[in-house]
């Protein structure tokens, strides 16, 4: 079988990776060239994206910000899963709240503000301190302002136009703006749902962000209360979207309730654990999804951790001296703050996977992993 993913990064990498042993090949479309290429090597090249559709048996995505007019090419040859709606639903956070409202999943007071009149009358209606976020192409923190006291609404308001006038994306964007929700920590459940409707989810995995970018994931496997919560949000989200494939919400815990924050029409960075730490990874069970295979089974087989390595090129060699540490490079060029590779780590139990991790921690530069320390420390 023959797959075509939307996006050529680290996702499409390691789906390409998950798939070879099933025979099943996995080819790339690159969106700023308009090539299809080899995900590992990135400089083959298969043509372009009418090529690409006609050689794939299916069609699937690495990211949700993609062109409509893509979108609509791909679906319209009846092998792109999931469908463009649930990419686009992911990619917008006014059809994301629409969403949530709809299946009645929890999720933080929010207003939506295309003008100056909509923002002065979220100010008014809901209650400070506020987190505005842009509708389209916000991401990693990005494109977002935060409003303690009313003061700053001017100075953000002048801000937020700026945004929005210089929007390039050829959609209407717009702002979201929620209340902030005082939460203790922040979770998340990958799951997959098959094209006959069944779904699996993986366990909760916690996850600890720096500079709004996520830098360590934790799974354990020991909140069955939250799992339960978190599963019926999955379920009702992934049945309303019919959606197929690997599917991720990201949650704020508040006491033992779970509020969404958002959702991922993909694989997902929190999950990268479960190539170590399950019985099937998020990669094969997309892939296995979208190809309309059985999937596989999601149950955590030990105690398992992901550190992000951002920014940085080289790690010390002697952290393959802790049993169970497992390196994932991208191959991809150094950048400040750009996604460049993953650690996992495990350990039979949450003791020995924690005495593991701060023996990672206290190897990896402090100046690249500036607050892993820290974090495990709190465990
Ligand atoms: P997002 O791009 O929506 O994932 O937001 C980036 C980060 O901002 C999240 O990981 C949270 O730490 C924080 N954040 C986003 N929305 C809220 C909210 N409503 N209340 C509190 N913190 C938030």
């Known amino acids: 079988m023959k797959v075509l993913v939307l996006g050529a990064g680290q996702l499409a990498r390691m789906m390409a990776l998950a798939s070879k042993p099933l025979n099943i090949d ?106 505005m976020k842009s509708a389209l192409a916000g991401y990693d923190g990005k494109g977002q302002w935060r409003l303690k006291d009313k003061s700053e609404a001017e100075a953000i308001w002048q801000d937020i136009q700026l945004f929005i006038e210089g929007d390039t994306s050829g959609q209407p964007q717009a702002i979201v703006v929620e209340q902030m929700v005082p939460f203790d920590r922040e979770v998340s459940m990958v799951g997959v749902r098959s094209k006959t409707g069944e779904t699996l989810a993986y366990p909760l995995t916690e996850n600890h962000h720096s500079k709004g970018v996520l830098s360590v994931s934790l799974a354990l496997n020991e909140h069955q209360h939250l799992q339960a919560q978190a599963t019926e949000a ?60 059985p999937l596989g089974s999601t149950e955590l087989v030990r105690p398992s951790a992901m550190v992000n390595i951002l920014g940085t090129d080289t790690v010390p060699n002697n952290i393959f001296e802790i049993p169970s540490v497992t390196m994932h490079w991208y191959g991809k060029g150094k950048r400040p703050g750009r996604k460049m590779g993953h650690i996992n780590i495990c350990g039979k139990d949450k003791a020995e996977l924690t005495m593991r991790l701060s023996q990672l921690a206290k190897i990896l530069p402090k100046d690249d992993f500036p607050d892993v320390s820290e974090y495990v420390k709190s465990l």
């Open 26 to 131: 996995v080819k790339a479309y690159d969106v700023g060239s308009n090539r299809v290429v080899d995900p590992l090597s990135l400089s083959v090249d298969y043509g372009d994206l009418d090529q690409g559709i006609a050689d794939a048996d299916f069609i699937t995505a690495e990211f949700e910000h993609i062109s409509h007019d893509v979108l609509a090419l791909c679906e319209q040859s009846g092998k792109l899963f999931p469908s463009s709606q649930a990419i686009k639903t992911g990619g917008d956070r006014r059809l994301e709240k629409t969403l949530l409202e709809q299946t009645h999943v929890t999720n933080a007071k929010h207003k939506v503000v295309a003008n100056k009149a909509d923002f002065d009358s979220a100010i008014a209606s809901l209650s400070l301190p506020l987190i």
């Open 234 to 293: 999955f379920d009702k989200i992934a049945n309303a979207l019919d959606y197929v494939g690997v599917l991720a919400i990201e949650f704020f815990q508040v006491g033992d309730s779970l509020l969404v924050n958002e959702i991922a029409p993909r694989v997902h960075n929190s999950g990268h654990w479960t190539q170590q730490g399950a019985d099937t990874s998020q990669f094969e069970n997309h892939i296995r999804a979208v190809c309309q295979l």
